[in-house]
């Protein structure tokens, strides 16, 4: 059974720094593309980076770029997105995907709240 559980989402201060995890299992990760998404109400789901298994990153904005970083740990079979500078418009909730051949993503995470106050 495959399974992505992200955590570390929260409610945070704008300007804040955070860092969100995906831990994966039943699916061999090191040969999976994984990818950060996220969705404010009413919104589409938006494309945050994607991590190759050597390492690549692309992002989707050069301002996601210049405040989010995306990680992976192929050992712990985990993948991290850290926030920084966070904004009011940063209010989602945050989803992790993995694909062996992206776009599409085979398989997504139920997702994990950031929720950002003045």
């Known amino acids: 059974q495959v399974r992505l559980v992200e955590s570390g989402g929260g409610s945070v201060q704008a300007g804040a720094s955070l860092t969100l995890s995906c831990v994966t299992s039943?699916?061999?990760?090191?040969?999976?593309?994984m990818g950060w998404f996220r969705q404010s109400p009413g919104q589409e789901r938006e494309f945050i980076a994607q991590i190759t298994p050597s390492g690549e990153t692309s992002y989707g904005s050069d301002s996601m770029k210049g405040r989010f970083a995306i990680s992976r740990d192929n050992a712990e079979k985990t993948v991290f997105l850290q926030l920084t500078s966070i904004k009011l418009e940063d209010t989602a909730v945050y989803y992790c995907?993995?694909?062996?051949?992206?776009?599409?993503?085979?398989?997504w995470g139920q997702g994990t709240q950031v929720s950002v106050s003045s």
């Open positions: 039943g699916i061999t990760f090191s040969r999976n593309d």
């Open positions: 995907a993995a694909a062996r051949n992206p776009p599409p993503w085979d398989y």
